[in-house]
C-alpha cells in the first residue's frame, strides 16, 4: 500500500477491510472525490447505481436481510441526504444493519451558507442507532469501525456517516486501515443470557396447560431456526409468528400455526393465541400488530420473554421471565437444561392443534382461492404464487394488498429469511428496490416483488436501474387504481365515506415494457397461472400487472375490518 492516501480513498479502504461487496448508491456534486477513488482503487466492491436515494438504501436493505452482512447506502449532501433517511429508520427499526454514506459539503464552509447545507447529524439522529459527520480525514478510518460495530452489536440497526468534501482530499495515514473481521456480519459479539435465566424460563414453560410460542424477526435475524424447531418438536408446541417473524419455522412445519395478529391473522391462528394460559415471546416486541392492539395475550396471561434488547422487556406485559441474550443462544441453553432434565416426553399438543387450525384456514381460503370472479380476488393471486414459485425464492412484498394476503395464506416451504416486508415504518414504494438488493444478496434465489399499485407509482423509476443490472426479479402488481389500504379502512371506521383515495387506472405492464421488462396484464383469473409460470421463468426482468379486487370489497385478514 503506498505512503499516500486521501480521505475518500481511506473511505474506499475502509469498506474494502469491513468486507463490504456491494455499495448501492447515487452520485452528487460532493461525492466526486469519492467516486474517483472507486473508480480507480482495486477493492473487489460492485458499485450499484441507483436513480434515487430512498431506494439506494432500501436496497441496502433488502441486501442486508437476506445476507445478515452490513447493507451500505450512498448519496450526496443536501437532497441525498434527505432522501436517505426513510431506509434508515426502517432498518434501525427493524434491526437490520444499513449503513448510510452521505457526503456533505466542506466543513470550512460551515455556516457560510454554501448551496446544500443541512445539519446532517442532527438530521439522522433520531433515525439511526450511531450516526456521526467526520470533521477530520484522520478520523476516517477509526468512524468506520465505530460504525459498523455499532450496527452489528446488540440489536442490530442503521448508523450515518457524513463525509464532507474538504475532507476527502486530506492525508490519512495508512497504517490505520485495518477492521475486525466480526463486525462484517450481524449479530456480532453475541451475548449468552445470565445463569439461571433459561433454567427459570423452561420451568415456567413445563409449569403450562396451553403454551403458545409467538416469535419475531428476532429468530430469523439470530438464525435460531434450528434450536426452535428442536425445541418446538420436543415439547409439542405451537409457535406462531409475527409477519417479520415469519420464517422462524418453515410454515409447512407440524408445530408453525402461521401469522397472528390484526395484520395476516386469522381467526383460526386467532383462536389459539386467546386459549394459550402461557404466552413466550422470542424476539418479538409485542407490539399492535401482533397484539391486534393488546387485545391478546390478556392481562395476568403468564409471560415469558426471550430477547437480545432489555428494553422490550415488560414494556407491554407483566413479564414472569426474562430471558436476555442472543436467540440462539438462548434456546441451545433452554434444549440443554430439557436435555439435562431428559424431558422429551412432555406433550403440549401443539401440532394437533395447529393441523386443525390449519386445516380450517386452508378451507376457508380454497374457496376464495377458486373463485373465477373478475377482478380477480387477491386469494387466487396467492394461490397462484404457492403453485409458481420454487421452494427457495425470496418474496419481497410492501405493506399494501399484497401483505395481508401473502402473510396469512402463503407457505412458505424454508426457514429463513425468505419474505421481507417493511413492517417498522410500511413506506409504501420499498418492495421494487428492496428485491433488487436481496437479489445481489442471495442471486441464487428466485426473486420475486409483490405491491399495488401505489407503490410502483412510488418507485417505477427504478425499474431502469433492475433492466441494466439485468437482474431476473418477477414483479407482480395488484391494481386496484386505489390506495386501497386507506380505502378499506374508509369504509370501515368512516361509514364508506371514500375521499381522496382513489386514482386514475394505469397500464403497468406497457409502463414496465417501455424500460424493458417483459410484461403481462392479466383480467382473467384463467390466465394466472400460465402467465405467472411465464413470468417466473423468464430469464430477465418480468412483470405481471394483476386487475384486481379492490381491498375494501374483499375479505382481506386484517382484523378492524373484520368486526
Known amino acids: 500500500m503506498s505512503n499516500q492516501m486521501n480521505g475518500a480513498e481511506a473511505m474506499v479502504r475502509m469498506l474494502e477491510a469491513q468486507g ?3 455499495i448501492f448508491g447515487l452520485c452528487g456534486d460532493t461525492t466526486l472525490p469519492f467516486y474517483d477513488a472507486m473508480l480507480r482503487l482495486d477493492h473487489g466492491i460492485t458499485h450499484v447505481l441507483t436513480r434515487d436515494e430512498r431506494h439506494a438504501t432500501y436496497m441496502a436493505d433488502g441486501y442486508a436481510r437476506v ?14 441526504a434527505t432522501y436517505i433517511l426513510p431506509g434508515l429508520i426502517e432498518a434501525t427499526e427493524s434491526s437490520y444493519a444499513v449503513l448510510g454514506i452521505t457526503t456533505d459539503i466542506s466543513v470550512g464552509s460551515y455556516g457560510k451558507y454554501p448551496l446544500t447545507e443541512v445539519d446532517q447529524e442532527a438530521l439522522m439522529r433520531p433515525l439511526t442507532k450511531w450516526n456521526t459527520v467526520i470533521k477530520r480525514a484522520d478520523h476516517i478510518p477509526r468512524m468506520v469501525r465505530t460504525a459498523f460495530r455499532a450496527m452489528t452489536t446488540g440489536r442490530p440497526g442503521a448508523a450515518h456517516l457524513g463525509l464532507p468534501y474538504d475532507i476527502q482530499y486530506d492525508p490519512v495515514d495508512p497504517a ?3 477492521a475486525d473481521p466480526a463486525t462484517q456480519c450481524f449479530p456480532a459479539y453475541r451475548q449468552a443470557p445470565q445463569p439461571g435465566a433459561a ?3 423452561a420451568e415456567a414453560i413445563l409449569s403450562a396447560k396451553n403454551p403458545l410460542i409467538v416469535c419475531g424477526g428476532g429468530v430469523v435475524i439470530a438464525g435460531a431456526w434450528e434450536e426452535l424447531d428442536r425445541l418446538a418438536t420436543r415439547l409439542d408446541i405451537a409457535v ?5 417473524g415469519q420464517g422462524a419455522l418453515a410454515e409447512t412445519h407440524p408445530n408453525c400455526l402461521g401469522v397472528v395478529g390484526s395484520n395476516g391473522g386469522t381467526d383460526q391462528t386467532w383462536a389459539l393465541m386467546e386459549a394459550a394460559d402461557l404466552v413466550v415471546f422470542m424476539g418479538c416486541r409485542a407490539g399492535s400488530t401482533t397484539t391486534a392492539r393488546w387485545e391478546a395475550p390478556k392481562p395476568g396471561t403468564r409471560i415469558v420473554h426471550f430477547d437480545s434488547d432489555p428494553m422490550v422487556m415488560n414494556a407491554n406485559y407483566a413479564t414472569e421471565v426474562a430471558v436476555v441474550g442472543d436467540l440462539q443462544l438462548a434456546l ?6 430439557l436435555d439435562a432434565r431428559d424431558q422429551g416426553a412432555e406433550s403440549f399438543g401443539g401440532a394437533a392443534a395447529v393441523a386443525a387450525a390449519r386445516a380450517a384456514k386452508r378451507a376457508a381460503f380454497d374457496r376464495l382461492a377458486q373463485s373465477t370472479a373478475a377482478p380477480i380476488r387477491p386469494e387466487r393471486v396467492i394461490a397462484a404464487l404457492i403453485k409458481a414459485l420454487p421452494p427457495d425464492a425470496t418474496i ?3 405493506p399494501g394488498t399484497s401483505c395481508p394476503y401473502f402473510s396469512a395464506h402463503y407457505v412458505l416451504p424454508q426457514p429463513g429469511r425468505h419474505f421481507i416486508t417493511n413492517r417498522a415504518h410500511g413506506a409504501l414504494g420499498y418492495a421494487l428496490s428492496a428485491a433488487l438488493g436481496a437479489w445481489y444478496g442471495r442471486p441464487a434465489s428466485k426473486t420475486v416483488a409483490l405491491m399495488g399499485d401505489g407503490s ?3 418507485t417505477v423509476g427504478e425499474l431502469e436501474t433492475v433492466c441494466r443490472t439485468r437482474a431476473p426479479i418477477t414483479f407482480v402488481v395488484f391494481s386496484n387504481a386505489s390506495f386501497g389500504w386507506i380505502k378499506a379502512s374508509q369504509q370501515a371506521d368512516k361509514g364508506a365515506r371514500y375521499y381522496n383515495v382513489d386514482f386514475d387506472r394505469t397500464d403497468q405492464a406497457a409502463i414496465a415494457a417501455a424500460y424493458g421488462v417483459k410484461s403481462w396484464r392479466v383480467e382473467d383469473p384463467a390466465d394466472l397461472d400460465r402467465v405467472l409460470a411465464q413470468a417466473v421463468a423468464h430469464n430477465g426482468p418480468s412483470l405481471v400487472d394483476v386487475i384486481c379486487q379492490p381491498l375494501e370489497d374483499t375479505a382481506a385478514p386484517v382484523r378492524r375490518w373484520m368486526g
Open 20 to 22: 463490504v461487496r456491494h
Open 67 to 80: 445476507t445478515g452482512r452490513v447493507g451500505v447506502a450512498e448519496g450526496p449532501s443536501g437532497g441525498g
Open 176 to 178: 490505520d486501515i485495518w
Open 199 to 201: 433454567q427459570a424460563a
Open 240 to 244: 406462531a409468528t409475527s409477519i417479520s
Open 332 to 337: 441451545a441453553e433452554v434444549n440443554a437444561v
Open 396 to 398: 419481497v412484498s410492501d
Open 456 to 458: 410502483f407509482g412510488f
